[in-house]
């Protein structure tokens, strides 16, 4: 053979040859959309962004509500860092999934859409301890999976910080109204004016009303402002845009 003309290579004994030779295999990897893992509620983001495109607005709007009960109070104070992730930029911009949120909210609120109330219960009661955005939405995902919820708040009146720290013309009180009046219609009972101190006596109060079928003969301080509380209810319900009173939001107990 001439020096001057390349061997031929040994296809049966050498490894690190010319053309394709696999060396490592692909992995695949279920991750979740920029946007969904910048979201702080954990939306499907673009689960419901595909139901709006196909003008599903009512699909939509129960895709995000599976993840966050309040979209229309979202979509108007949210710093929506989902946007700030949107692989969408790189092209022109990002899609502003802020506005559909408050679009999508408002649209439930004007058409009167509702959240289903589960076919079945738990058998099981909870305590929620604060009722502002945190303890709301803990009492409505318990009630959506069937639990007896009741929550406990040291403030007068619905929504925490959404109610306390943002200001009226950022966050309109009848849109708060609206939406937590729609987790109260799942059955969530709402006590207000009573700070919690004490878990452990709050289950044995607890225990004591379904034992006896009554809520206390006032004799108790504690039972005596859980009866004013309880009692106080009913007549300040009209005051707050059809919601129960209800504050602050920190964690739960179960009974």
């Not at 696999?22 to 509620?41: F, G, S």
């Not at 720290?165 to 708060?176: F, S």
Request: proline residues 7%; aromatic residues 6%; charged residues 25%.
């Amino acid at each position: 053979m001439r020096p001057d003309i390349t061997p031929l290579p040994d296809l049966l004994h050498l490894r690190s040859l010319t053309g394709p030779v696999r060396t490592e295999r692909p992995v695949y990897r279920d991750i979740l959309p920029p946007c969904n893992v910048a979201c702080p509620a954990g939306e499907n983001i673009q689960g419901w962004l595909d139901h709006v495109e196909a003008g599903r607005y009512e699909q939509a709007w129960r895709t995000l509500v599976a993840d966050n009960p309040f979209p229309a109070i979202h979509g108007r104070v949210c710093y929506h860092p989902c946007e700030g992730s949107c692989n969408r930029a790189e092209l022109d911009s990002a899609v502003s999934i802020h506005a559909v949120e408050r679009y999508l909210g408002d649209l439930a609120l004007e058409n009167g859409w509702r959240f289903e109330v589960p076919a079945t219960r738990s058998g099981k009661r909870v305590l929620v301890v604060g009722a502002g955005p945190s303890g709301l939405s803990a009492a409505y995902h318990l009630a959506m999976r069937g639990h007896e919820v009741e929550v406990h708040d040291a403030g007068g009146l619905p929504g925490g910080m959404m109610r306390y720290g943002i200001p009226a013309y950022r966050l309109p009180r009848e849109i708060l109204g609206a939406e937590v009046e729609r987790i109260l219609s799942l059955g969530v009972r709402m006590v207000s004016g009573h700070r919690v101190t004490d878990l452990e006596r709050e289950q044995t109060l607890r225990r004591r009303r379904r034992k006896t079928g009554r809520r206390s003969d006032g004799r108790d301080p504690i039972v005596r402002k859980h009866l004013q509380t309880f009692g106080a209810i009913n007549t300040r319900v009209a005051s707050v845009n059809g919601c129960s009173s209800i504050c602050h939001a920190q964690g739960g107990a179960a009974s």
